[in-house]
């Protein structure tokens, strides 16, 4: 049977020809990056040139690029290293409804060690009012964090006004951009954010590598990770040095192709909406439909159940995802559309399709009618 992966939220397919160009790393290059002698040389000449790489591509400095093991990792020290750090000045942090567990949880610990943290709710499109966040600064407050882009519903959030909020405060500023690399011009100088969280395997790169922007001169964070001195004192252990040329060598390639690569994917995702508009009734489409990401469709069909619909077009060879795949296993609805006040009947119907730089036309023409028959079997039933 014929496959299509239609679900690049939940992790991208690895960028061709990177299992050669790392080949190298299996053989000779294998020092410990720490290292002063050849091996270890060799090793890091690579790591600092892919470091500097993965700069230039999102608008920033060398030194502001922080290694960790994911994007998961990189929210927990952006969060638990300011908090900790920062105790004498206050408690009270402040975020939105819609961010990925990786913040949420994070911040329900820190509430359970007795910090406060106030949860932004958001309107019907998933959008956050700046103003709102403005209200909600109190005196205490010393940490905004807010998501670049929502990985359910592809919304992209006011980063630049609330950065501007931020700074005028004095509040450390903190976004999750995961789903923002590789999908929109990201210039972080540009932005008012002090740290943002990244992640390798939702843009090609290989899972288990991520890295942390930490704007220069952005002072008292403390490590998470205690031990050696690596990443400037903030990360240690030993770096994957794998995973991080691997996120090198996809951003070099990125950054000459990246307007190729968001008007494809624009395209592609237009076409699947026009697609399904044209011969179903009964269609909704969630999340902000202007300021967004060219990539993410979040639709309801009217009647239907998202997990039924996700397993009919598994059986199809369709992978799309219901809601977050990381809650994929749960039985709990989207709290990101629950947020977003959305009736139980269309959050319940709700499915992700997310395309990505490698799906092609082709894929998604065969892919449209698939999705039309599964939505009319399963009314059918
Ligand atoms: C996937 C994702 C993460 C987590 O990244 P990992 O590298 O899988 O830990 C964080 N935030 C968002 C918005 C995501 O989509």
Redesign the pocket.
């Known amino acids: 049977m014929r496959r299509v992966y239609l679900d690049n939220?939940?992790?991208t397919p690895i960028h061709p020809g990177l299992y050669s160009e790392l080949k190298p790393f299996f053989e000779d290059l294998f020092g410990n990056p720490s290292s002063i002698h050849w091996a270890g040389k060799a090793v890091r000449d690579k790591l600092e040139e892919a470091r500097s790489i993965l700069a230039m591509f999102i608008g920033a400095k060398e030194n502001e690029i922080i290694f960790t093991?994911?994007?998961?990792?990189?929210?927990n020290l952006a969060i638990k290293g300011v908090a900790l750090a920062n105790r004498d000045r206050g408690n009270h942090i402040i975020t939105t409804q819609v961010?990925?567990?990786?913040?949420l949880n994070t911040l329900r610990y820190l509430e359970s060690k007795g910090f406060e943290v106030t949860y932004l709710p958001v309107d019907r499109k998933g959008q956050l009012d700046p103003d709102d966040v403005k209200r909600a600064i109190r005196k205490d407050t010393i940490l905004i964090t807010v998501?670049y882009?929502?990985?359910e519903t592809g919304t992209v959030l006011p980063i630049g006004e609330i950065g501007n909020i931020a700074k005028e405060k004095g509040i450390y500023f903190h976004s999750?951009?995961?789903?923002a690399l590789g999908k929109v011009k990201l210039d972080l100088k540009d932005l008012k954010v002090d740290l943002a969280?990244f992640?390798?395997?939702?843009t090609y790169a290989p899972?288990?590598?991520?890295f942390l922007y930490v704007r220069d001169g952005t002072k008292n964070i403390h490590p998470i990770i205690h031990g050696g001195h690596q990443e400037r004192g903030l990360r240690a252990g030993t770096e994957n040095t794998i995973g991080i040329v691997a996120m090198g060598l996809v951003a070099s390639n990125l950054a000459e192709e990246i307007d190729l690569c968001i008007n494809k994917m624009e395209n592609l995702r237009r076409k699947i909406i026009s697609g399904l508009i044209q011969s179903l009734d009964g269609i909704t489409l969630n999340g902000d439909q202007e300021n967004r990401l060219p990539n993410t469709i979040n639709v309801s069909f009217e009647g239907i159940n998202a997990s039924s619909l996700v397993s009919l077009l598994d059986g199809y060879g369709i992978a799309v995802s219901s809601g977050?795949?990381?809650r994929a296993k749960e039985a709990s609805f989207s709290h990101v559309l629950q947020a977003m006040g959305l009736p139980p009947s269309v959050v319940m119907g709700a499915i992700r399709i997310s395309v990505g730089r490698y799906n092609t036309d082709e894929e998604i023409d065969y892919a449209i009618p698939l999705i039309v028959k599964a939505v009319k079997t399963i009314r059918e039933d």
Do not use: F, L, R, Y
């Open positions: 939220n939940a992790t093991g994911s994007g998961t990792e990189s929210s961010e990925h567990p990786c913040v998501m882009a929502n990985n999750d951009m995961v789903q969280s992640s390798g395997h939702k899972k288990g590598i991520g977050a795949a990381c």
